[in-house]
Nanobody, 119 residues
Framework: QVQLVESGGGLVQAGGSLRLSCAVS????????MGWFRQAPGKEREFVAS????????YYADSVKGRFTISRDSAKNTVALQMNSLKPEDTAVYYC????????????WGQGTQVTVSS
C-alpha cells in the first residue's frame, strides 16, 4: 500500500548531471528498502542502486559506481538519485521502487521517468 511519485527526468549532455526524486506515500512504515532501476531500449530492466529506509547498506550497480549517489530523507519520505558524469549509455527510463517485505522483491513501482543523455 505504497505510492511512488517520480520527478527530475529530462535531457542532458554527456558529462552533465541530473537529479531524480521519488516521493513515497502510504504505508511508509512498511518500507524496508528503496531502489532505482532503469530500462534502456531493447534491454531488460536492470538494477541501479538501493538504500535501506532506516538503517543498512547502500548498493550500486558496477556501471554507476562513483557517478551515481542514492540518498534518502525519511522525514520527508523521499529518495533521490544524483547522477553525475552522465554517459550516453545511461539513457533509459528510470524507475523508483520500494520493497515492503524482506524477501528481495520490489513490489511497488513508480511510473518511470525518461533520462536521455546526448553526446
Amino acid at each position: 500500500q505504497v505510492q511512488l511519485v517520480e520527478s527530475g527526468g529530462g535531457l542532458v549532455q554527456a558529462g552533465g548531471s541530473l537529479r531524480l526524486s521519488c516521493a513515497v506515500s502510504g504505508r511508509t512504515f512498511s518500507t524496508y528498502r528503496m531502489g532505482w532501476f532503469r530500462q534502456a531500449p531493447g534491454k531488460e530492466r536492470e538494477f541501479v542502486a538501493s538504500i535501506p529506509w532506516s538503517v543498512g547498506l547502500t548498493y550500486y550497480a558496477d556501471s554507476v559506481k562513483g557517478r551515481f549517489t542514492i540518498s534518502r530523507d525519511s522525514a520527508k519520505n523521499t529518495v533521490a538519485l544524483q547522477m553525475n558524469s552522465l554517459k550516453p549509455e545511461d539513457t533509459a527510463v528510470y524507475y523508483c521502487a520500494t520493497m515492503t517485505k524482506i524477501n528481495g522483491k520490489y513490489d511497488y513501482w513508480g511510473q518511470g521517468t525518461q533520462v536521455t543523455v546526448s553526446s
